[in-house]
């Protein structure tokens, strides 16, 4: 009896590794996208809505690779991308020019500068003089970028003396950094979405010894701005005094 028991174990343990060996494996489905309209970023987060879908967006090629294990979900990812990959409305379609004014500007409750400031930051001149007080402005310097959407910007250069008594030729070096600005059309206007935004300056300062150092002022942040808006982004003290350094942003899409 026991001469037949072995065999008949093995005999029942190959056939339930067969059987094992021959249960298919799911299908995995995986395809690249190109977006040829729509920005990237966006599209990622509606289409991340799906479940046991991995998906990667890829803004710089302007592609998003999609994995899964669902062909229905598949399908309904590219009637999606279908769907909003369209050319908008009043475009040519494909990524569109983004131009932005960055704006530096001095402020202090009182000062001899006065509103020296151009006549298109008034309002901004006025918003500040009723939050905060300040009298007297003075604009240190301006920067212009204008980029591809979707790609990265950046600028750089020397602002206007900012600290009083520095020495002779000092000045302050600004970076100007973002990592990718898109256009989001509304109801009420197009919106400048900008990502990353990174303004850093080098500001000569006293250091107590007679001599000087130079310290960071800067501001990091995320920027919606609606097209011809001008954005207060960020407000910062300098060399402990009552003057601040005050950062603001214009930006519009152009074709």
């Known amino acids: 009896?026991?001469?037949?028991?072995?065999?008949?174990?093995?005999?029942?343990?190959?056939?339930?590794?067969?059987?094992?060996?021959?249960?298919?494996?799911?299908?995995?489905?995986?395809?690249?996208?190109?977006?040829?309209?729509?920005?990237?970023?966006?599209?990622?987060?509606?289409?991340?809505?799906?479940?046991?879908?991995?998906?990667?967006p890829q803004q710089g090629l302007r592609a998003i690779a999609v994995g899964t294990d669902s062909e229905d979900a598949m399908k309904a990812i590219e009637e999606a991308i279908k769907r909003y990959d369209v050319p908008r409305s009043g475009t040519t379609g494909g990524p569109r020019n983004i131009e932005?004014?960055?704006?530096?500007?001095?402020?202090?409750?009182?000062?001899?500068?006065?509103?020296?400031?151009?006549a298109e930051l008034d309002p901004v001149v006025k918003q500040l003089r009723s939050l905060f007080g300040y009298n007297d402005f003075q604009l240190l310097d301006s920067a212009f970028l204008r980029n591809r959407e979707g790609t990265e910007g950046i600028a750089s250069g020397n602002a206007a003396q900012m600290i009083a008594?520095?020495?002779?030729?000092?000045?302050?070096?600004?970076?100007?950094?973002?990592?990718?600005?898109?256009?989001t059309p509304s109801d009420k206007g197009n919106i400048i979405r900008v990502d990353r935004f990174s303004f850093n300056n080098k500001v000569p300062v006293s250091n107590g010894s007679g001599g000087w150092q130079y310290v960071d002022i800067g501001f990091n942040t995320n920027l919606d701005i609606r097209e011809g808006q001008k954005v207060v982004v960020g407000k910062a003290k300098i060399d402990g005094t009552e003057k601040a350094l005050i950062l603001v942003v214009t930006a519009k899409a152009v074709d």
Do not use: C, W
């Not at 990237?40 to 991995?54: A, E, I, K, M």
């Not at 932005?100 to 151009?118: E, R, T």
């Not at 008594?165 to 256009?183: C, F, K, L, M």
């Open 1 to 56: 009896m026991k001469r037949l028991i072995v065999p008949l174990f093995l005999v029942a343990s190959l056939g339930f590794a067969q059987q094992q060996e021959e249960k298919p494996r799911p299908k995995y489905y995986q395809k690249i996208f190109d977006i040829k309209y729509a920005d990237v970023n966006q599209l990622y987060d509606l289409l991340n809505f799906y479940p046991n879908v991995r998906i990667k």
């Open 165 to 183: 008594n520095a020495p002779s030729g000092t000045t302050a070096i600004y970076q100007i950094h973002y990592r990718e600005a898109s256009v």
């Open 100 to 118: 932005m004014i960055v704006y530096m500007m001095l402020a202090a409750p009182k000062g001899s500068s006065g509103d020296a400031v151009p």
